[in-house]
């Protein structure tokens, strides 16, 4: 037994002719553009400063320290001439001076 394909079947729906596509823009014309907001500018150079911040070596400042502390405790470190610029200092900083 064969089956023979349905003639006929065709002429249901009509022949279109068959055309060939037509080029809309030529791409090559065309490129890719990006902007970065200058809030991501911001921010990706912050990220920058605090891996270098992370990366930089520790400094040991505890013998400057020391130092500090033993002139600060000596009765002859504070005169009235360092007194004197540290309360202009505070009165500048408040904008009193």
């Known amino acids: 037994m064969s089956i023979d394909k349905i003639n006929?079947?065709?002429k249901i729906y009509p022949q279109s002719e068959v055309k060939p596509l037509k080029p809309k823009d030529k791409v090559a014309?065309?490129?890719d553009n990006i902007s970065i907001s200058d809030e991501a500018k911001e921010l990706a150079l912050r990220e920058k400063y605090i891996k270098i911040v992370k990366e930089a070596p520790e400094i040991d400042n505890s013998e400057k320290i020391e130092e500090l502390k033993s002139k600060i405790n000596k009765p002859d470190y504070i005169t009235q001439k360092i007194i004197d610029d540290i309360a202009k200092k505070i009165a500048e900083s408040l904008g009193l001076l």
Do not use: E, L, P
Request: cysteine-free; charged content about 15%.
């Open 29 to 31: 014309n065309k490129t």
């Open 8 to 10: 006929g079947i065709n």
